[in-house]
Structure formats: C-alpha cells, structure tokens
C-alpha cells in the first residue's frame, strides 16, 4: 500500500473506544478510593470494570476485521509495551497491597490494572500499526 | 542508519530521495541506557513504599509530581507551540532527539508520582475519607484519572508512533504532521489539568 494510502484508509475507532475503556476503570477506582477505608458496595466498580472489558475485547475483534492490517508490528510493538506497562500495574498493585487491601476490592482493582496492562499497550500497538504495511517485507 | 523524509508534496513517493529531502538523523525509539536510571527510580520507589517513612515517600510524591507538573506545563504551553511552528527540519531534528527521552520519562515519573502519593497518602491518612479535605482529594483523583487517559489514550500512542514511522526508509509527512499535531494539542490539556493539580495540592497542603 502507498505511503499516502496508509494514511488515509478507514480503521475502527480503536482510540476512541480504548480511551472509554480506561475512562469506565478510572471511575471505578476513583469509586472504591474514594470511600476508603469504609466498606463500599462493589456492584458499582464491578459493573465499570465489566463494561471495559467488554470494550476491550470489542476493540480486539474490531482489529481482526481489518483488511490487511500489519499484525506483525502490532505484536511487535505490543509486546514491548505490555512488558513495559505490566512492570507499572505490578507497581501499583504493590501499592495496593503493602497497605493491606484485601478480598472484593484487591479483585477489584488488580482487575481493572490488568486491564489498563492490555488496553494501552494495544492503543500504542495499533497507533503504529496502522501506518506500518500489512507485510514485514513491505508487501501489501 | 539515517533516513530521509521528503517535504509535504503532491505526487507518490519516489524511489530515491530528491535532492530537497530532509536527513533523519539515527535515533533509539527507547534509549536502552535511559532504561538504567528508570530502573534504579523504580526500585528505589519499592523500597520507598516498602519502609514506609514519610521523607522517602514525600521525596517520590513531590519532587516526581513537580516533574511531572512541570514537564507537562512546559509541553503544553512553551515547547508544544514552537515545535509547530518550526521548520520541518528543525522539527524532525528536535522530535528525535526529544520524543525518545519522553518514551521514558513520563510513564517513570507518573508511575513514582501516583505509586508514591498513593502510599504518602496512607502514612498521612489523607487517603481516608474521614479527612477533612476529603473532597479536594477526590478532586485530584479526578483530574489525575482524566490526565492518564489522556496521557495514555492520545499522547503515548503519538509520541511512539511518530519516532516508528521517522525510522522508516520513507516516512510519510502527512502521517509525521498528523501524530505530532495530536501530540501537541493533547500536551496542551495535560498542561492545562496540571493547573488545576497545582490548585489542588497548594490547598491541600495548606491545610
């Protein structure tokens, strides 16, 4: 594909959904933090944290119906991202746990970190992906 | 090995580099010796939460969330726009010298800022929602959970696909105007949410 061509051709909303996503753990942490140290219903927190799964995995199949979209850069890119992004969840996870966070909230949470561990490096992977070409050897 | 980009122009890409095109220097996207300080910041940052005194954890929290308030602030209000308005040479020349550093930067100085709050703020008991501040807190959460998505969503992405697409034989100026547009504009959010954390944290500091 030409290099004008990579520009230009229609993907999915990957960045937009993605950034939803992150937005439904964000308010579900924000939730549970903000009610420390009293016993909070989790339903809330519960339901975000679904729903941005849900979206990430809706944005993992919007990407396998893209016509020749350049997977070798994206798993490329995505696994040095993902290492990069476990090492920071592992951080805040850590956290969580030296102040003794425990039972449906440490689900919760170390959830929602796995997660935003997936999602953003698969923002960063498809954002470079898709002007990268379908073939390693520059094919189309 | 450096590469060329040719100046926005109509027509298909040629199959060599016209005597106008613009040399690219060599750059790492991630500069493997920067990786030797991010790990000693982390470690030092688990070490910090581990003993859980308040000069380590105070020394994380501010002085890694002034960088990072600065950083952004400066980004977004004073480089962001002089790096658009440069000349496309110049662009590219100070893109892959300072892209590959914030790679590293940011998410080291975000992650010691927020991992090293989050335990400060235990040891102080400001987490607790019986604080007097309670509120102001939860504001901070607010703004700092609309920055991350930000940070996350819009600029990380741009900053490393525009140091992938430099690094290719042929880059593609539209796609290279394209990101760094993004990555300026959303600079300029981030700098404008960290005058609202400056706000935040001077209030509740003051008590």
Redo the contacts between chains.
């Keep these: 594909m030409?290099?004008?061509g990579?520009?230009e051709r229609p993907m999915p909303p990957v960045?937009q959904v993605?950034?939803t996503s992150?937005?439904l753990i964000?308010?579900g942490?924000?939730y549970l933090?903000?009610?420390?140290?009293?016993s909070v219903p989790l339903a809330p927190a519960i339901v975000l944290l679904a729903l941005s799964a849900l979206l990430l995995a809706a944005n993992l199949i919007s990407l396998t119906r893209v016509d020749d979209f350049a997977w070798w850069?994206f798993f490329q890119?995505g696994r040095?991202?993902l290492l990069?992004?476990a090492?920071?969840a592992g951080?805040?996870e850590?956290?969580?746990l030296?102040?003794g966070l425990s039972g449906g909230p440490l689900i919760v949470v170390t959830l929602s970190l796995v997660v935003?561990a997936l999602h953003?490096p698969m923002?960063?992977a498809?954002?470079?992906a898709r002007?990268?070409e379908g073939r390693e050897d520059g094919g189309a | 090995m450096a590469t060329t980009v040719e100046p926005p122009a109509p027509g298909?890409?040629a199959a060599a580099p016209p005597p106008g095109a613009i040399a690219i220097p060599d750059f790492e996207i991630?500069p493997r010796l920067g990786l030797i300080p991010v790990a000693i910041v982390?470690a030092g940052?688990?070490v910090a939460?581990?003993v859980?005194e308040l000069w380590p954890l105070q020394f994380f929290h501010v002085a890694f969330g002034a960088a990072w308030t600065i950083i952004d602030l400066f980004l977004g209000f004073v480089l962001g726009p002089i790096l658009g308005r440069l000349a496309v040479p110049a662009r590219i020349e100070m893109t892959t010298r300072l892209m590959p550093k914030m790679v590293l930067i940011m998410?080291t100085v975000v992650?010691a800022t927020?991992?090293g709050g989050?335990?400060l703020g235990?040891l102080l008991g400001t987490?607790?929602?019986g604080y007097y501040h309670?509120g102001w807190?939860?504001a901070s959460?607010?703004v700092v959970?609309c920055m991350?998505?930000?940070a996350?969503?819009?600029l990380?992405?741009?900053n490393?696909?525009v140091l992938?697409?430099l690094k290719k034989p042929?880059p593609?100026p539209?796609?290279i105007e394209?990101?760094m547009k993004r990555f300026i504009y959303t600079a300029g959010i981030l700098g404008a949410l960290q005058i609202a954390t400056l706000v935040i944290m001077t209030k509740i500091a003051s008590g």
Aim: aromatic share 12%; proline share 5%.
């Design positions: 030409e290099a004008a990579r520009a960045t993605g950034m992150l937005a964000v308010a942490g924000i933090a903000a009610h420390l140290p009293q850069r890119v040095w991202a990069a992004y090492i920071t951080l805040i850590y956290a969580f030296r102040n935003y953003v923002l960063i498809f954002t470079v002007y990268a | 298909g890409p991630v982390f940052l688990v939460i581990a859980n998410p992650t927020l991992a989050w335990q235990h987490v607790d929602s309670h807190i939860v959460y607010i959970g991350a998505v930000i996350l969503g819009l990380e992405p741009a490393i696909a992938f697409e042929q593609n539209a796609i394209r990101l």
